[in-house]
């Protein structure tokens, strides 16, 4: 049962077997009602909506086939558990579209459109596997199953959720904050802790807010430190944002590297991680892929330092 607010609205989500469903008879809220109410102590005083479905575990072979993209639930289905289909939906929609916008726009060659599948159809899978697995534990039969799901479970959940590194594991998995493309061909370098395909670590922590930039869907170079003149000059003659924050513990306790330069993509990820890179690093980053970084004008969270 999911609380929407303080007023009792709720959702309640419930599994029903094969057997209890008469092929003749749609299935109404009645026809469950008591099991509900005495497996969980509910009063309900109003049914607002009532549906049934099949959940299916499912990922498209193919995200792409010419000019069809397959996204969200067109490319892969799960069940509810964990609550990641709409999050997986965006983050598909947000992958594609800066690609889609650049090789529109002749920034870009067709081919990068294929980096789309190789980056999410392994989280998808992944996730798939996932899910299902959670599914068949909560659905499963027997009195050996109740006892684990009712009992052991509950105590377990209980006690891990109060370390506080599994805690910020647990995030990371259902933010979907810990998706990496350290394979794909949009990424390069490794400084530090931060790898290209990573997505760029929040200093938030008691230092500057680093993603507010990111609200312009663009390519951007963060530098924690002190930034080489030429790299403000090709930043300058290619529009790309430049932003640079004074180095400090947070940006060291996030796994940046002082005076290091990162070249973010659109989608929040960085692309590059080099431990000092100036204009032929960022040419021959984009050079070898074909892109020519293009920025939408668009919102933006202020001006780069």
């Known amino acids: 049962m999911f609380a929407y607010d303080g007023r009792g609205n709720a959702r309640l989500i419930g599994a029903v077997r094969d057997a209890e469903v008469d092929a003749g008879h749609a299935l109404a809220f009645d026809d469950v009602r008591q099991r509900a109410i005495a497996s969980l102590g509910l009063r309900v005083e109003r049914v607002n909506w009532f549906s049934t479905y099949r959940v299916h575990h499912r990922v498209a072979a193919?995200?792409?086939?010419?000019?069809?993209?397959?996204?969200?639930?067109?490319?892969?289905?799960?069940?509810?558990?964990?609550?990641?289909?709409?999050?997986?939906?965006?983050?598909?929609?947000?992958?594609?579209?800066?690609?889609?916008?650049?090789?529109?726009?002749?920034?870009?060659?067709?081919?990068?459109?294929?980096t789309y599948q190789a980056e999410r159809q392994a989280f998808a899978r992944k996730l798939v596997e996932t899910t299902d697995r959670a599914f068949s534990f909560v659905t499963a039969d027997g009195g050996v199953a109740d006892f684990l799901r009712t009992r052991v479970a509950p105590l377990f959940a209980s006690a891990a959720y109060g370390i506080e590194p599994v805690r910020a594991f647990m995030f990371r998995v259902?933010?979907?904050?810990?998706?990496?493309?350290?394979?794909?061909?949009?990424?390069?370098?490794?400084?530090?802790?931060?790898?290209g395909g990573d997505r760029l670590p929040w200093t938030g922590y008691g230092g500057p807010d680093n993603h507010a930039p990111l609200a312009a869907i663009a390519w951007q170079v963060h530098v924690y430190?002190?930034?080489?003149?030429?790299?403000?000059?090709?930043?300058?003659?290619h529009g790309v944002a430049l932003w640079r924050w004074d180095w400090c513990e947070a940006c060291?306790?996030?796994?940046?590297?002082?005076?290091?330069?990162?070249?973010?993509?659109?989608?929040?990820?960085?692309?590059?991680?080099?431990?000092?890179?100036?204009?032929?690093?960022?040419?021959?980053?984009?050079?070898?892929?074909?892109?020519?970084?293009?920025?939408?004008?668009?919102?933006?969270?202020?001006?780069?330092?």
């Open 252 to 305: 060291q306790a996030a796994g940046l590297t002082r005076d290091a330069v990162y070249l973010v993509r659109p989608d929040t990820y960085v692309a590059l991680a080099a431990r000092t890179a100036g204009a032929a690093e960022l040419e021959a980053y984009f050079g070898e892929r074909g892109i020519r970084p293009w920025h939408p004008r668009a919102m933006s969270a202020g001006q780069p330092a």
């Open 225 to 237: 430190g002190a930034a080489r003149p030429e790299l403000e000059d090709w930043c300058g003659r």
């Open 62 to 114: 193919q995200y792409r086939q010419g000019r069809v993209l397959l996204l969200g639930d067109a490319a892969h289905l799960h069940s509810p558990a964990g609550g990641q289909g709409m999050n997986t939906g965006i983050g598909d929609a947000v992958n594609v579209a800066w690609k889609l916008a650049h090789v529109l726009r002749d920034h870009a060659p067709e081919a990068l459109l294929d």
């Open 174 to 195: 259902l933010s979907q904050t810990g998706i990496q493309y350290p394979d794909s061909a949009l990424s390069a370098g490794h400084v530090g802790h931060v790898r």
